[in-house]
Structure formats: structure tokens, C-alpha cells
């Protein structure tokens, strides 16, 4: 994460994952990539499911490693409000590289200014770290068995 800053957050429990999932939600500008990275149980999906909820996106979100990707419409308002029009999901678990990334059509979304594209298992894909609207949120447990965020990102 080279030439990153980061910012930590507590998330001991739902209510305060939701609330980093919203605070996020709230700096969407339209165009970020969001790599997710944690071990399975980690909360990724949990944290997706909490974004979509700020988003006002209606379509349950399920944990995505059997479609590979799945793409949500935004509530009316939000997408009045900032013009994010889409959320789109990916599970990168099952992915060999980059290649196959853009074969299920990352691509088409990665581009898009009106879109937000979620990545779980960001880090099975390195390449994806270097392009410029990349964040990354590493969910980690310390020592007393509590939850982090770590977000990273630039400027
Ligand atoms: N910060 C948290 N505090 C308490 N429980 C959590 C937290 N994050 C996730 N969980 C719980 O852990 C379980 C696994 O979460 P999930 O989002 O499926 O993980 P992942 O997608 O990383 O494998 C879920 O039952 C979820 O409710
Ligand atoms: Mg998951």
C-alpha cells in the first residue's frame, strides 16, 4: 500500500460495523474501487450488505462466490444525491488473477464514474491496488480477540 494513508476504526460489534460502512458510504464521490481483505468471517460481506443499506439499495445482497459479480441499482435518493447510480459486488475468491477479472466484466465498471465497484479478496488480485480510485479496508482481530478497520487510501 505504498504512498497510502490509513485511518483505523473500532468495530467491536455490528452496530459499529454498520457505522464505518455508512461513514464510508458518506465519502463516495462515484468511481472508487473498495478492496475488501480479511480471512473468511472477517465481516466483508457483512460490510457490503451495510453499504448497499446506505445506499438505499433494496435487492438482498448474498455473499457473491458462486456468481463472481453482482450489480445493484441505488435507492432513488442516493442516486439523486450523488449520482452513484450502481453497486457492484465481486467476489475474488475463485479468481486466478487479473485476466479473469476482467473477463467477468470488472472492467466495464471500473471505468464508470457513476458506479462503485466492491472487491472481497482484493488481495488475491494485486493489480487492482494500483489503479487511482483504489481503497482498501483490511478487517483485522487484535490481541483481545477485538475487530479493526484498517482503511487505507490516498491524498
Ligand atoms: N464487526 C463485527 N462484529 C460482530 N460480528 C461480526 C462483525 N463482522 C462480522 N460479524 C459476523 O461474522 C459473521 C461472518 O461475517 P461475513 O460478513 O460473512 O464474513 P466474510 O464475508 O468476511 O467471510 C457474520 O455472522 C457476521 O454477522
Ligand atoms: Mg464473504
Known amino acids: ?3 497510502m494513508k490509513f485511518e483505523e476504526m473500532l468495530a467491536p460489534d455490528l452496530k459499529s460495523l454498520q457505522h464505518c460502512a455508512e461513514s464510508l458510504v458518506a465519502s463516495l464521490r462515484g468511481g472508487e474501487i473498495i478492496g475488501l481483505v480479511g480471512e473468511l468471517g472477517a465481516g466483508k460481506t457483512t460490510f457490503v450488505q451495510y453499504m448497499a443499506k446506505a ?6 445482497v448474498r455473499s457473491p462466490t458462486f456468481i463472481l459479480m453482482q450489480c445493484f441499482p441505488s435507492g432513488h ?3 439523486k444525491k450523488t449520482g452513484i447510480v450502481e453497486m457492484c459486488h465481486i467476489d475474488a475468491y475463485r479468481l486466478k488473477g487479473e485476466d479473469e477479472l476482467f473477463a467477468i466484466g470488472f472492467g466495464d465498471y471500473a471505468e464508470r464514474e457513476d458506479c462503485v465497484t466492491v472487491i472481497e479478496w482484493a488481495d488475491r488480485i494485486e493489480s487492482v491496488s494500483w489503479l487511482e480510485d483504489y481503497r ?3 478487517f483485522t482481530v487484535d490481541e483481545n480477540q477485538k475487530r479493526h478497520l484498517e482503511c487505507y487510501f490516498r491524498k
Do not use: A, T
Open 77 to 79: 435518493s442516493f442516486r
Open 1 to 3: 500500500m505504498n504512498g
Open 136 to 138: 482498501e479496508i483490511r
Open 55 to 60: 445506499m438505499g439499495i433494496k435487492k438482498p
